[in-house]
């Protein structure tokens, strides 16, 4: 199960809405090894499109050694879908590369009357996907 905070849940899902129609993305950082989202980290879509994201290489780099120097990890890597359901694609299951963190997807289809809007929680370990609870809380 995700357990995070009602602040993080509304920064993810404002990141997601003031992107679209392009896919936001992001990490939620946390101390290593606690498996709690603390950090809020909004990172560019370097492809600056409505159906793929990905990490500007130089911003990935700095991130992996901010993380590195404050003891964190990626607790959450999250990203949008503009214009279908809250479920990972064949793609995002390649990149999936962190198998202890939470993978979130926020659909901002209902933004375009396309589909409801979506936050959900998966798993993706060697390529299996596990959809799992998301618990919002107001405090840890």
Request: glycine share 4%.
């Amino acid at each position: 199960m995700l357990t995070l905070t009602q602040d993080l849940y509304d920064r993810i899902v404002e990141h997601a809405r003031q992107d679209h129609p392009d896919e936001a993305c992001g990490v939620v950082a946390g101390p290593a090894g606690t498996d709690r989202p603390e950090r809020f980290v909004p990172m560019l879509n370097a492809a600056r499109s409505p159906t793929f994201y990905e990490f500007d290489s130089k911003d990935l780099l700095k991130l992996y050694r901010d993380l590195d120097d404050r003891d964190e990890e990626p607790v959450i890597v999250y990203h949008s879908h503009t214009a279908t359901e809250a479920y990972p694609s064949r793609t995002d299951v390649t990149y999936a590369n962190e198998p202890h963190a939470h993978y979130v997807l926020v659909s901002t289809a209902d933004k375009d009357g396309l589909g409801d809007f979506q936050f959900r929680s998966y798993r993706i370990v060697d390529g299996v996907i596990t959809e799992e609870e998301v618990q919002v809380v107001d405090a840890y």
